[in-house]
């Protein structure tokens, strides 16, 4: 039997699914970029209670490790080490981009994905379909200036084009602006290639830096 926590916290959204290994049974998702910490158990609850299970019942966790920005990437990660660690089940990353191209509108051929690394700058990659229809990661991931990503008129999904419609267009129709984990778990489920270590994808310096020597203060 398999029962896959999905759980994303790479972007503004805090989101959770459960996958039986045929398909996704369960899925949570809210919105709220400054309470990823408060939030997470609660939506890992609301979708085990939603099939009436348990945490024991679970057979693996798979994780969004980004790109993203530190705090809000880290409570998703942490959380699912600690889980897999007391359950006894393996943990697995996948590149949070992966799984929002996984959940861009099937008429997509080639196309990007970009979401807001803040400091005026977009995580990006660029995608292409296999021989299944199943998008593929072909470059990247990269953060770059919106103005520097080499979009090649190719669509953009995500929500780095909603914040910067001018140098990366209007996201298309129907494409997702953050990371859904049910699209994550079918990731997980599939497995093909693009299992990650459960470690934070970081691609930016942080805000906090180390502080320097201390002056001499002069009497």
């Given at each position: 039997m398999t029962l896959l926590l999905a759980l994303d916290t790479s972007g503004p959204a805090v989101t959770a699914a459960l996958h039986d290994g045929v398909r996704v049974v369960a899925a949570a998702h809210h919105h709220d970029a400054r309470r990823h910490a408060e939030l997470l158990a609660a939506t890992v609850s609301e979708v085990l209670a939603a099939q009436a299970r348990v945490p024991a019942e679970l057979t693996g966790v798979v994780v969004g490790v980004g790109p993203g920005p530190f705090t809000g990437l880290r409570v998703g990660v942490v959380t699912a080490r600690v889980l897999?660690?007391?359950?006894?089940?393996?943990?697995?990353?996948v590149c949070s981009l992966d799984a929002l191209a996984e959940a861009a509108p099937a008429g997509l051929g080639a196309f990007l994905v970009a979401t807001d690394a803040r400091r005026h700058e977009v995580h990006?990659?660029?995608?292409?379909?296999?021989?299944?229809g199943h998008p593929v990661r072909a470059d990247g991931p990269c953060v770059a200036r919106p103005a520097d990503v080499p979009t090649g008129g190719l669509p953009v999904v995500g929500r780095g084009a909603l914040l910067y419609p001018g140098q990366l267009g209007e996201p298309?129709?129907?494409?997702?602006?953050?990371?859904?984990?049910?699209?994550?778990?079918?990731l997980g489920v599939r497995a093909s290639g693009v299992l990650l270590p459960p470690e934070p994808l970081y691609l930016c310096r942080p805000d906090a830096a180390e502080p320097g020597a201390r002056k001499r203060v002069l009497r």
């Open positions: 897999g660690a007391a359950l006894g089940v393996p943990v697995s990353g990006w990659a660029r995608y292409r379909r296999d021989g299944d298309p129709a129907g494409a997702p602006l953050d990371v859904d984990a049910a699209a994550l778990a079918r």
